[in-house]
Structure formats: C-alpha cells, structure tokens
C-alpha cells in the first residue's frame, strides 16, 4: 500500500473497498506545460466560455478521453 494511501485512510493495512473508491474520485492535481500561443488560445475560450483555464483544460481533456478516437 502506498504511504499516500494509508495517511489519506488512516490504516495501516489495507483500507476497505470504498475507501479506496473514495480516493479514486477524487480530483487530482497535475502540473502541465504548454507552449505561450496555446495558453493564450486556450485563455481566450475559457474568457468566452466564462470557465476558469483549468476548468476548461480539464473539460477538453476528458472529452479527449471520451471520444471514440481516444487512445488508450
């Protein structure tokens, strides 16, 4: 078990099934760099859309993901 996991659930062995779905739902934290004209672009449409940059940047990925095209 991961030390992440076991300070997030408070065990020491492994944690019940629906912690760990818990934990699995949460949002999680990822750092990303992108060249300045696709910040700008992607800016503009979150300004358009009246969505936050990282609301947008997490939208569009998840629709990636979800197309039938997506790679997995």
């Given at each position: 078990?991961?030390?992440?996991?076991r300070?997030?659930?408070g065990?020491a062995?492994?944690?019940?099934?629906?912690?760990v779905e818990?934990?699995?739902?949460r949002?999680q934290?990822v750092t990303?760099?992108?060249?300045?004209?696709?910040?700008?672009?992607l800016?503009e449409?979150a300004?358009?859309?009246?969505?936050s940059?990282?609301?947008?940047?997490?939208?569009?990925l998840e629709q990636?993901l979800e197309?039938?095209n997506a790679?997995?």
């Open positions: 078990m991961s030390r992440f996991l300070q997030a659930t065990h062995e492994r944690p019940a099934v629906a912690a818990v934990l699995q739902r949002p934290r990303l760099t992108i060249n300045w004209r696709a910040r700008q672009q800016q449409r300004d358009i859309e009246g969505r940059l990282s609301n947008l940047m997490a939208y569009l990636a197309s039938p790679v997995n």
